[in-house]
């Protein structure tokens, strides 16, 4: 089973940007779809992107499309989040997670507990 852990999160001024990634131990990484979720102080964890497992196939939320992009290298067993023109209200802490399948804003994930996650954090 795979294991997962977040890292790359920091203190950045609005409009910068942070590369988030995730790195996975355990077999068979390459065949699990991932996605990349958020919770910020208050609110309910929310879906933020998701790739493939060929990387084929993405989809993001609303509210990042167009600024965030997920990616993945199989090779290296590491998923990525690549943040720009970041705003205030990125703020949270994100998770990555193996999923067994999505479309648009749905997903359904995969076996398996969630990690520590990575604190991001956007000044006005």
């Known amino acids: 089973q795979v294991q997962l852990a977040e890292s790359g999160g920091g203190l950045v001024q609005a409009g910068g940007s942070l590369r988030l990634s995730c790195a996975a131990s355990?077999?068979?990484?390459?065949?699990?779809?991932m996605g990349w979720f958020r919770q910020a102080p208050g609110k309910e964890r929310e879906f933020v992107a998701a790739?493939?497992?060929?990387?084929?196939?993405?989809s993001y939320a609303d509210s990042v499309k167009g600024r965030f992009t997920i990616s993945r290298d199989n090779a290296k067993n590491q998923v990525y989040l690549q943040m720009s023109n970041l705003r205030p209200e990125d703020t949270a802490v994100y998770y990555c997670?193996?999923?067994?399948?999505?479309?648009?804003?749905?997903?359904?994930?995969?076996?398996?507990?969630w990690g520590q996650g990575t604190q991001v954090t956007v000044s006005s």
């Open positions: 997670h193996a999923l067994k399948r999505f479309g648009g804003s749905f997903y359904e994930l995969s076996e398996g507990s």
């Open positions: 355990g077999r068979s990484f390459s065949s699990y779809a």
């Open positions: 790739i493939s497992w060929s990387s084929t196939m993405t």
